[in-house]
């Protein structure tokens, strides 16, 4: 990955103008995707078609294939969290999360899901701790500042 790409796309999540820092938001996700070219970009696109027509165990499996065979992808391990979350297996999810960031700490999508799944599993404190620190890569996410509150008034 394109290190001053990046950088400038962080920088542009940061921006006042909403189109700016959803190109960037846009071309994060474009980048993350094809992170391991045209075989990974392939397998993500055809797991994503599966849960469309409700083959969950075959997209499952496509993505822990290509997890076996790319464990250094980012990108799958948070759409296995996803399919994980969507099917209220949230500690799975959660330890898939926290794969994905740590192979991409700059991934708001999977801070987002920690938080997600940290709140699913009731532990509103650790909820809170991550939708933070989505929010310090993508400080406009409304949806992240709206759960922060969620889980304060959980707490209470």
Known sequence: MDK???DQLLEDLKNADETVRQWATEELWR???QQKGI???EILQRSQALLQTGEVAQAEAAL????TDQPDFAEAWNQ???LYFTLGQYEKSLKDCQMTVQLNPIHFGAWHGIGL???ALEDYSAAIQAFRRALEIQPFALENQRLILECIARLS
């Open 4 to 6: 001053s790409l990046i």
């Open 31 to 33: 980048i993350w995707f």
């Open 39 to 41: 075989y990974g970009w």
């Open 64 to 67: 822990t294939q290509l997890i």
């Open 80 to 82: 296995r969290a996803i």
């Open 117 to 119: 799944c940290h709140a």
